[in-house]
């Protein structure tokens, strides 16, 4: 059962919606842990490719020559995205109470609107970035307001994913459920995006430093086995925060559904029937 009310019964304050976040993370990480290690996993793909050549991780970007470092990079987002919503769909079934099972095959039919989902939004950052380089002559400019409008439009549409993968809502009802959802909500959702950032870099920092460390310690001087240690120590750590930010899209979401569309309304209304 779960334990966990979810949507809330009320409006949550920045560090609420963050204490949510907590409390889904803690309720959930063990039944997703296999999920979210897999989908760290998938990511790496391109990395574990160009190791197994002999590279380099930080020469990576030069392996795009080779059509099957492409492949593996086009499959690791593949394969992530899947993972990723298959974390995000147990999780809301978790603090949901409702039945466990076939998040992988709900995710994967989800894939396909969630590349129409990624067109759009390339689409409409792409198209203005080209015009405006071309109409002031300055890259420079013009990607100052990218970076502007990615920022602003990135937070008004950061509701986008969950709904798509949670509520099954397709790609441009996504972005307008996201739009009226966050709309008079910038400066609260980036505050609490920045408090989370904060403490997911000062966490992965900590990571960082004892997989490094531990990677020197059991390679004795052996670079190779230093390396593969650490980066195996690495995605155990990514795969132990990667239900964070699951969790953290679902706090926002129920926050956000219960100020706009009194979502606490119907969860009184559903309880007392």
Request: hydrophobic share 55%; with cysteine; proline share 4%.
């Amino acid at each position: 059962m779960a334990d966990i009310q979810y949507p809330p019964a009320r409006p949550l304050s920045v560090g609420e919606v963050l204490d949510l976040c907590v409390r889904i993370y803690r309720r959930t990480l063990v039944k997703c842990l296999v999920l979210a290690g897999l989908a760290v996993l998938a990511g790496q793909l391109p990395n574990i490719y160009n190791l197994a050549h002999g590279r380099y991780l930080v020469k990576g970007m030069t392996a795009f020559r080779d059509p099957v470092y492409d492949l593996m990079y086009v499959l690791a987002i593949l394969l992530s995205t899947v993972l990723y919503g298959s974390v995000l769909l147990r999780q809301h079934a978790l603090i949901t109470g409702q039945p466990q099972g076939g998040e992988l095959r709900a995710a994967l039919r989800r894939v396909p609107a969630w590349i129409a989902l990624l067109l759009l939004c390339g689409l409409g950052f792409g198209l203005p970035f080209a015009l405006l380089s071309a109409v002031l002559h300055s890259v420079v400019f013009a990607t100052l307001c990218l970076v502007v409008a990615v920022t602003y439009f990135g937070i008004a549409f950061s509701c986008a994913w969950p709904l798509l993968f949670v509520k099954g809502a397709g790609p441009l009802q996504s972005l307008e459920r996201s739009w009226q959802l966050t709309r008079g909500s910038f400066w609260r959702l980036t505050g609490l995006y920045t408090v989370a950032v904060l403490i997911l870099c000062a966490v992965g920092l900590v990571f960082g430093v004892v997989s490094v460390s531990l990677g020197v310690i059991i390679g004795h001087g052996d670079v190779l086995l230093a390396g593969s240690t650490a980066s195996l120590l690495a995605v155990a750590g990514g795969a132990l925060l990667a239900p964070f930010y699951t969790g953290l899209a679902l706090a926002a979401l129920g926050d956000l559904r219960v100020r706009r569309e009194g979502a606490d309304l119907e969860q009184r209304i559903a309880a007392t029937a």
